[in-house]
């Protein structure tokens, strides 16, 4: 049972290039989440889907795109990368439909960007 | 969704309660309270969650308060793999509701 699988764990990156991180979830999650966590902060949402096609802002969205083509992927893109990305992105999802349901994070992909 | 308010830091003697406070005034009748940790840089590990009633699984207890102003968590005898960095998050009860985290309270538990 894999849950939430995000890929790569670590990545750098210089100033101005593109990426993508890549999140995965095999329980039919309905609801996903990109969250970004700087070092001794809390973590802050950044995107989040409702469902495959539905996308929506969270509390630091600029400078990332999102899209939900699938129910078990949300990939999470920086157009051009800025040392201010520098930070360590977990991917979270929980069902939908239920509102009691916990969300479930993946392990991590530590950026850095020079 | 509401904020809540948490200690920046807390200690515990191994094999003690600890006992972490959560504040969550402005809640709604229909926010849960959640309670997430985070053991070094791994992604969080949901604990236990509740909406009125006090809540208890093989983890941890959650006491939430009448007036669900404010709740807290119960580790019944905490050994030092406790020690995480501890959030309580509220969040509405539909299929948009967000998860906004804090920085949590530290628990160090002590030999």
């Known amino acids: 049972n894999a849950g939430v699988t995000q890929t790569p764990k670590f990545q750098v990156l210089k100033t101005g290039q593109s990426m993508t991180l890549q999140c995965a979830q095999d329980m039919n999650h309905e609801y996903m989440s990109w969250y970004r966590q700087d070092p001794g902060m809390g973590l802050r949402l950044i995107h989040y889907s409702v469902g495959a096609g539905i996308t929506d802002q969270g509390e630091v969205p600029n400078g990332y795109n999102v899209s939900r083509s699938t129910t078990e992927d949300f990939p999470l893109r920086l157009l051009s990368a800025a040392p201010s990305q520098t930070s360590v992105y977990f991917c979270?999802?929980?069902?939908?439909?239920?509102?009691?349901?916990?969300?479930?994070f993946g392990n991590g992909t530590r950026l850095t960007v020079t | 969704d509401a904020k809540t308010t948490q200690p920046p830091s807390m200690d515990c003697a191994e094999g003690r309660a600890a006992n972490l406070p959560c504040n969550h005034s402005t809640i709604s009748g229909n926010e849960y309270v959640y309670w997430y940790r985070q053991i070094h840089s791994q992604g969080p590990q949901y604990i236990i969650h509740g909406l009125k009633n006090n809540e208890t699984n093989e983890m941890a207890s959650l006491i939430i308060t009448e007036d669900r102003k404010s709740s807290t968590l119960i580790l019944p005898h905490a050994t030092l793999r406790d020690t995480a960095v501890y959030y309580c998050i509220v969040r509405v009860d539909t299929n948009a509701g967000k998860s906004t985290f804090g920085d949590g309270t530290t628990l160090t538990v002590k030999p």
């Open positions: 979270a999802s929980r069902l939908g439909k239920r509102g009691s349901s916990p969300l479930h």
